[in-house]
């Protein structure tokens, strides 16, 4: 397995991507981990991130003993400047700060590049298209290495020291503008470092659940089941493992979309022969929520309720000693960083997290090492159908946050139908898969139209489309027309009670996904 040593960059989780998809295990860590903890680790390689800061005037340093353990070491941009300066080279501003695209010249074909590149010069030396974003360079090697790239700005755009397997390189091979960034990656994962490439779904299958089994033994295991992806895949997982000991909670708020909670119940319980209770908690819901307009009040009780239904089960499962919960390694990773990055709270989210410790469960995290599209690959390998592990993203609050202002039944009901004739045409365009989230909000403002001979006075409803990669920011989807024709009149014609939609045209920033 790999370590990676995290310096702050944007991309670090990029390289953890990358080298999974080498299939070779590797986590994640904090630069400051200490050596002990890396000792015990026991890489067979460690990949250093880049990051924000200069070497020469930060804090941001590891534990240089590192070098001592006898395994290859890649460094990327900062790190590769950190240990070019720990190893006794130097490191100096930029005269100029290069941003981009670059092409590098891979000089004498070290074992990093050797047979990478994207063409051949005339003297047989390689060139590489890269993506470089640096202030910083490595002015003077350390003793012991070489130059193998260069660009004109920058003579020392990659330098190794063959002999104990030292690399680095001033670029990000992890982000995908470096076009044979991929290729680097296996070549250290694989050849370098020596990795076999044994992270595979079987495998992983078959480890966890002798994990989940090891660690449960003949307890039994209470779950919170929303229908998103990863309490389903969760659930799936430990149900392979440790089959009836497991019980899950399926709680409906009121705020589900269109037969949801039908659907979650049909694949779990009948087809899969999961144990789910399922919790009708309409009234209490929608009753706490009477007369609340405020999105983070409603956020607040939609998260308080949930918490007491799901205790009042967990209470009549006496037997239950764990808590079973589908925690991702990005929630892992984000709530590690969240100790030194800075994030001013918009919204406050929250998911089926926060449970209460008086529970007096222990915690089962199945899903605490795998990225997203690992946790889709594997729900598809045990067997959930696929709608469900492509479902774009929904939000805990549910239509708390999609009906404006006050929540009521009614509204509830007349988005949720609204909701599902703009899914079922997405999806008959062909473009759901194109779209990262889409979904219906509903207005409670009358306006006015004409149907047959006469005068309705009746809601509006908005149409969302976003596409994005991290939800941070999103741009809305350019939908044809005649797709956003058929919904609109699909929805006036089918849904008495809405007279009018309209479609939603703001990008985040400035404005949110959600609209509240
Ligand atoms: P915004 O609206 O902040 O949404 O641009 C970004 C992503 O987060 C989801 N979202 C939530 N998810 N609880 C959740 O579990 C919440 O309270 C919540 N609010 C927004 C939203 O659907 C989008 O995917």
Redesign the pocket.
Known sequence: KILILDFGSQVSQLIARRVREAHVYCELHSFDVSIDFIREFNPKAIILSGGPNSVYASDYQADPALFQLGVPVLGICYGMQWMAQMLGGKVEAGLVREFGFAEIRARGHGKLFNGIEDRTGPNGEGYLEVWMSHGDKVSQLPEGFGVIAETLSCPIAAMADEARGFYGVQFHPEVTHTLKGREMINRFVLDIAGCTPAWTMPNYIDQAVARIREQVGDEEVILGLSG?VDSSVAAALIHRAIGDQLTCVFVDNGLLRLNEGQQVMNIFNKHLGVKVIHVDATEQFLGHLTGVTDPEAK?KI??REFVEVFQAEAQKLPKARWLAQGTIYPDVIESAGAKTKKAHT??????VGGLPETLNLQLLEPLRELFKDEVRELGVALGLPHEMVYR??????GLG?RVLGEVKREYCELLRRADAIFIDELRAFDWYDKT??A?AVFLPVKSVGVMGDGRTYEYVVALRAVQ?SD??T?KWAELPYELLGKVSNRIINEVRGINRVVYDVSG?PP??????
């Open positions: 998103g956020r939609i998260g918009i919204k406050s989210h929250h998911n774009h993203p929904f939000p805990g609050p946050v990262s989230q979904f994005t939800f941070m999103a985040k404005a949110t996904i959600e609209w509240e």
